[in-house]
C-alpha cells in the first residue's frame, strides 16, 4: 500500500469534527448533571440520584471517546512526522494506529449514545404509564 503526506491528513477533518461533537455532548450532559443536582438539593428524590449516576458513567464515556479521537489525532501528526522524514514502515504502523484509535472512540461513541436512547426510553415508558401514547424508539 502507497501511503504519503496526504493519506493522514485526511483524518484530521474528521476527527476534528467527532471531537466537537464529543464536547458538545459533553457540555450537554455537564449542564444537566448541574440541574439534576440543583433539583435534587430541593426535592431529595431518590430517582434524580440514579439519573445523575447514569450521567456520570455516560460522562465517562465521553471522556474515553474524546481521548482515544485526540490520541488518534496525535498519532496521525506523529505518523505525518514519520513520513516526512520518510519513515514509510513507521509512518504505516502509526497511521494503523490511529485508525484503531479511532475506531475505539467510534465504538465508545455507538456505546454512549446506546446508553443515553435507554435513558430516554425509560423516561417514555413513565409517560406511557401515566397515558401518555407515546411510540418507542
Given at each position: 500500500?502507497?501511503?504519503?503526506?496526504?493519506?493522514?491528513?485526511?483524518?484530521?477533518?474528521?476527527?476534528?469534527?467527532?471531537?466537537?461533537?464529543?464536547?458538545?455532548?459533553?457540555?450537554?450532559?455537564?449542564?444537566?448533571?448541574?440541574?439534576?443536582?440543583?433539583?435534587?438539593?430541593?426535592?431529595?428524590?431518590?430517582?434524580?440520584?440514579?439519573?445523575?449516576?447514569?450521567?456520570?458513567?455516560?460522562?465517562?464515556?465521553?471522556?474515553?471517546?474524546?481521548?482515544f479521537?485526540?490520541?488518534s489525532?496525535?498519532?496521525?501528526?506523529?505518523?505525518?512526522?514519520?513520513?516526512?522524514?520518510?519513515?514509510?514502515?513507521?509512518?504505516?504502523?502509526?497511521?494503523?494506529?490511529?485508525?484503531?484509535?479511532?475506531?475505539?472512540?467510534?465504538?465508545?461513541?455507538?456505546?454512549?449514545?446506546?446508553?443515553?436512547?435507554?435513558?430516554?426510553?425509560?423516561?417514555?415508558?413513565?409517560?406511557?404509564?401515566?397515558?401518555?401514547k407515546?411510540?418507542?424508539?
Open positions: 500500500m502507497e501511503i504519503t503526506l496526504n493519506t493522514p491528513a485526511l483524518l484530521f477533518p474528521a476527527i476534528s469534527l467527532l471531537l466537537l461533537a464529543f464536547t458538545n455532548r459533553f457540555l450537554g450532559l455537564s449542564s444537566l448533571i448541574r440541574g439534576l443536582k440543583k433539583q435534587f438539593e430541593n426535592d431529595h428524590d431518590a430517582n434524580l440520584i440514579s439519573q445523575i449516576q447514569n450521567l456520570q458513567n455516560r460522562l465517562i464515556l465521553i471522556r474515553n471517546m474524546q481521548a479521537g485526540i490520541s489525532m496525535l498519532m496521525c501528526v506523529v505518523c505525518m512526522f514519520a513520513l516526512f522524514f520518510n519513515f514509510i514502515i513507521l509512518g504505516k504502523i502509526l497511521f494503523g494506529a490511529s485508525l484503531i484509535l479511532m475506531m475505539i472512540s467510534l465504538v465508545l461513541s455507538l456505546r454512549e449514545i446506546m446508553i443515553s436512547v435507554k435513558a430516554v426510553n425509560l423516561e417514555l415508558k413513565q409517560l406511557q404509564k401515566e397515558g401518555l407515546i411510540r418507542e424508539y
